[in-house]
C-alpha cells in the first residue's frame, strides 16, 4: 500500500502546478493520471493554448516553468467591438504599466515545462496510465482502489481531473451547469496584415470572435462560438470557403484569414460544483468549475484555485495543524467558491449583454463602452482585475510578493 499525505488526481496544469508547490514542503505526495507523462521536450503543436495573465505569470515564474516556456506570445493591445453598432474598447499595456496584457501559451508545453520542473523533486512520485478503480471517502484518510496496482491511501485527496472529473463523478459530488447552446471553433489562422501583438474580439450576431495572437506576427489562434447548426455548417466547408467566411466575420481587420491547422469544434458549458469538498477530498480548477470562454479567464481561475490550496496548508503546517483539518479545506472553499462566483456571474452577464440584438441595447452597450474607454479609473479597475493584479489573490500571485 502507497501510504500518503497527499494524492492528486488530474495531471493537467492544476494538478501539476500543486504538486510542485506542495513539494516545498514536508509531504509525501502523488500525482495520478489516467494518461502518459507529459513528453518533456515535444514541439509546440499549438493545437489549443491558453491565456494567461500576470497572476498566473508570477506563480510559473516562481516554479521555474515560465523560463522554459518557448510558446508564450505576450500581447501588448486589447480591441473589443460589436460588429453592427458603434460599441468598441480597446487597451493598451503602456497604460497599465505592465509589459503585457496577457500571454498564449501552448497547453502540453506548459504541462511539459511543470513536469520538467518536478523531476527532481523526491517527495512527489507520478503514477500514469493509472485506472481508478474505487474511491472510499472516509472522514479521516482516502482509499484508493488502482487497477493492477496495490491500493493508495491518503490523508487528502486533490482532484484536478478536469470538467468531467471522475473522482467528482465516483463521489456522487452535485454539480450545477448550463448549456450554452453554442460550439467554440479552434483553430490557428494566418493573416497576410501583421497582427501587431493585439488580441481582439469580436461580437457578431450569433456569438463572440476571438482572434488571439502568437509569437509568429502572422499566425493567431481563434475561438469562434456559434450555435451548433453554424458550427456544423462551418466545419463541412471547405478550407477556402471557411477562410472566405472567417476573413467576413473578422470585417477584414487582419486582412485575408486562411487555416494553418485542423479545425475542431468544443461545447461550452458552465459547470459548478454546490460542494468542492467530501470529508477529506477536494475540488480544484475545471473539476469544480468552468467557465465561458469570452474572456479568457478559465486557466487563470484553475490555477489560483491551487496556489490557495497551497498556501492554506503550508500555513496549516507552519502552526503544526493537520493538512486535511475540516475548517482549512472549508477556508478553503468558501474563498475559491465566491471568486469564482464572481467570475461566472460577470462572464455570463456579459455573453447576455451581448446576446439581444434590440435597437435600444445595442445603443446602451455602444454607450457604455464608449463611457468606459474614456473613463480612465473605471477601465484601470476593470483591467487591473482582468490582469490579476487586484482581488483576493493568494500571497504568491501578488504583484508585491517577493522570494526574501
Known amino acids: 500500500m502507497l501510504d500518503l499525505d497527499i494524492a492528486i488526481?488530474?495531471?493537467?496544469?492544476?494538478?501539476?502546478?500543486l504538486a510542485l508547490l506542495l513539494s516545498e514542503l514536508p509531504l509525501k505526495i502523488a500525482l495520478l493520471d489516467k494518461g502518459d507523462a507529459p513528453q518533456i521536450g515535444a514541439a509546440p503543436s499549438l493545437q489549443r493554448v491558453s491565456a494567461l495573465n500576470q497572476a498566473s505569470r508570477r506563480v510559473l515564474q516562481q516554479l521555474g516553468a515560465w523560463?522554459?516556456?518557448?510558446?508564450?506570445?505576450?500581447?501588448q493591445k486589447m480591441e473589443v467591438w460589436e460588429?453592427?453598432?458603434?460599441?468598441?474598447i480597446a487597451f493598451d499595456a503602456a497604460e497599465q504599466q505592465v509589459d503585457a496584457l496577457g500571454y498564449l501559451v501552448d497547453n502540453e508545453e506548459l504541462r511539459q515545462c511543470l513536469f520538467q520542473q518536478l523531476a527532481?523533486?523526491?517527495?512527489?512520485?507520478?503514477?500514469?496510465?493509472?485506472?481508478?478503480?474505487?474511491?472510499?471517502?472516509?472522514?479521516?484518510?482516502?482509499?484508493?482502489?488502482?487497477?493492477g496496482q496495490g491500493p493508495v491511501l491518503c490523508k487528502l485527496l486533490?482532484?484536478?481531473?478536469?470538467?468531467?472529473?471522475?473522482?467528482?463523478?465516483?463521489?456522487?459530488?452535485?454539480i450545477a451547469f448550463w448549456d450554452y447552446d453554442h460550439q467554440a471553433l479552434v483553430c490557428q489562422i494566418r493573416s497576410t496584415e501583421p497582427h501587431g501583438q493585439c488580441a481582439r474580439q469580436v461580437f457578431l450576431p450569433h456569438g463572440p470572435l476571438a482572434l488571439l495572437p502568437l509569437a509568429?506576427?502572422?499566425?493567431?489562434?481563434?475561438v469562434w462560438s456559434v450555435p451548433p447548426e453554424q458550427a456544423a455548417e462551418l466545419l463541412a466547408?471547405?478550407?477556402?470557403?471557411?477562410?472566405?467566411?472567417?476573413?467576413?466575420?473578422?470585417?477584414?481587420?487582419?486582412?485575408?484569414?486562411?487555416r494553418a491547422s485542423a479545425l475542431s469544434a468544443h461545447p461550452l458549458k458552465m459547470r459548478y460544483a454546490s460542494e468542492w469538498l467530501l470529508?477529506?477530498?477536494?475540488?480544484?480548477?475545471?473539476?469544480?468549475?468552468?467557465?465561458?470562454?469570452?474572456?479568457?479567464?478559465?486557466?487563470?481561475?484553475?490555477?489560483?484555485?491551487?496556489?490557495?490550496?497551497?498556501?492554506?496548508?503550508?500555513?496549516?503546517?507552519?502552526?503544526?495543524?493537520?493538512?486535511?483539518?475540516?475548517?482549512?479545506?472549508?477556508?478553503?472553499?468558501?474563498?475559491?467558491?465566491?471568486?469564482?462566483?464572481?467570475?461566472?456571474?460577470a462572464m455570463e452577464a456579459f455573453k447576455r449583454g451581448f446576446g439581444s440584438s434590440h435597437p435600444a441595447l445595442k445603443l446602451v452597450r455602444g454607450l457604455g463602452m464608449r463611457l468606459i474607454d474614456k473613463a480612465g479609473p473605471l477601465k484601470k479597475s476593470i483591467m487591473a482585475a482582468a490582469l490579476g493584479n487586484s482581488g483576493d489573490l493568494p500571497k504568491r500571485a501578488r504583484p508585491e510578493f517577493t522570494t526574501d
Open 9 to 17: 488526481v488530474g495531471a493537467g496544469s492544476a494538478g501539476l502546478t
Open 67 to 75: 523560463q522554459q516556456l518557448s510558446s508564450k506570445a505576450g500581447f
Open 83 to 88: 460588429a453592427d453598432s458603434f460599441a468598441r
Open 120 to 147: 527532481d523533486k523526491a517527495n512527489v512520485r507520478g503514477l500514469f496510465n493509472c485506472q481508478i478503480d474505487s474511491i472510499n471517502a472516509g472522514e479521516e484518510q482516502t482509499l484508493l482502489s488502482l487497477s
Open 158 to 174: 486533490v482532484a484536478a481531473d478536469g470538467a468531467n472529473s471522475f473522482v467528482r463523478q465516483q463521489l456522487n459530488m452535485p
Open 216 to 222: 509568429d506576427p502572422h499566425l493567431l489562434s481563434i
Open 237 to 258: 466547408l471547405t478550407e477556402a470557403d471557411f477562410n472566405k467566411a472567417l476573413t467576413v466575420a473578422s470585417g477584414n481587420v487582419l486582412g485575408l484569414l486562411s
Open 279 to 345: 470529508n477529506k477530498v477536494v475540488l480544484v480548477a475545471d473539476a469544480a468549475h468552468t467557465i465561458h470562454p469570452l474572456a479568457g479567464q478559465g486557466m487563470n481561475l484553475g490555477l489560483m484555485d491551487v496556489v490557495a490550496l497551497a498556501e492554506l496548508i503550508s500555513e496549516q503546517l507552519k502552526v503544526r495543524k493537520p493538512l486535511h483539518e475540516e475548517r482549512l479545506l472549508r477556508r478553503y472553499e468558501r474563498w475559491r467558491k465566491a471568486e469564482a462566483q464572481t467570475l461566472i456571474v
